[in-house]
T-cell receptor, first 116, second 112 residues
């Protein structure tokens, strides 16, 4: 069974500092995608960043970057120069494609607090 | 494009009542899915569809029915609501070969 584990239920960071959110996953697939989604208090799910498993280069989107370690099945998110607007729940997700279907498996989330 | 829309935003039901959560997308996406979000549980897949006329079960399908008569619409039906179905429900869609799902704004359902 595919699982996604986020070991940090809550994290906090000072404004302008850097924080790293952890995610590990379990899969027997060789071709898959990994995502980080942000959910602010508005409840809307917003894609932050994605990583294709076949790419060795870590994905980067402005202040957000990932550390993708395929052999270790680890996919951490680094937020640089943290801003108050980064405060949200962050979910790591893994997408599998099997038999024509596509499924997203989510971790339980990490609540990020940004302190001014 | 309106993206993915869900109605209603909030709903309160009594145990045993039935209702349908509506979901529509205008992006011509083949793949649509329903998730429920409970505190401390992340999002869990209820049902999904890979195209009109094709649906399948996800991780937590019991108590829910779906159908997909058109590409645009993917309603979720609760035939006999139970307090355990109190949750926030999200609909999402994507292209079959896309690596991003687009989420609706969610429906907060309370069953008393």
């Amino acid at each position: 069974a595919q699982t996604v584990t986020q070991s940090q239920p809550e994290m906090s960071v000072q404004e302008a500092e850097t924080v790293t959110l952890s995610c590990t996953y379990d899969t027997s697939e060789s071709d898959y995608y990994l995502f980080w989604y942000k959910q602010p208090p508005s409840r809307q799910m917003i894609l932050v960043i994605r990583q294709e498993a076949y790419k060795q280069q870590n994905a980067t989107e402005n202040r957000f970057s990932v550390n993708f370690q395929k052999a270790a099945k680890s996919f951490s998110l680094k937020i640089s120069d943290s801003q108050l607007g980064d405060a949200a729940m962050y979910f790591c997700a893994y997408r599998i494609s099997q038999g024509g279907s596509e499924k997203l498996v989510f971790g339980k989330g990490t609540k990020l607090t940004v302190n001014p | 494009n309106a993206g993915v829309t869900q109605t209603p935003k909030f709903q309160v039901l009594k145990t045993g009542q039935s209702m349908t959560l509506q979901c529509a997308q205008d992006m011509n996406h083949e793949y649509m899915s329903w998730y429920r979000q409970d505190p401390g549980m992340g999002l869990r897949l209820i049902h999904y569809s890979v195209g009109a006329g094709i649906t399948d079960q996800g991780e937590v399908p019991n108590g829910y029915n779906v159908s997909r008569s058109t590409t645009e619409d993917f309603p979720l039906r609760l035939l006999s609501a139970a307090p355990s179905q109190t949750s926030v429900y999200f609909c999402a869609s994507s292209y079959r070969t896309s690596n991003e799902q687009y989420f609706g704004p969610g429906t907060r359902l309370t069953v008393t």
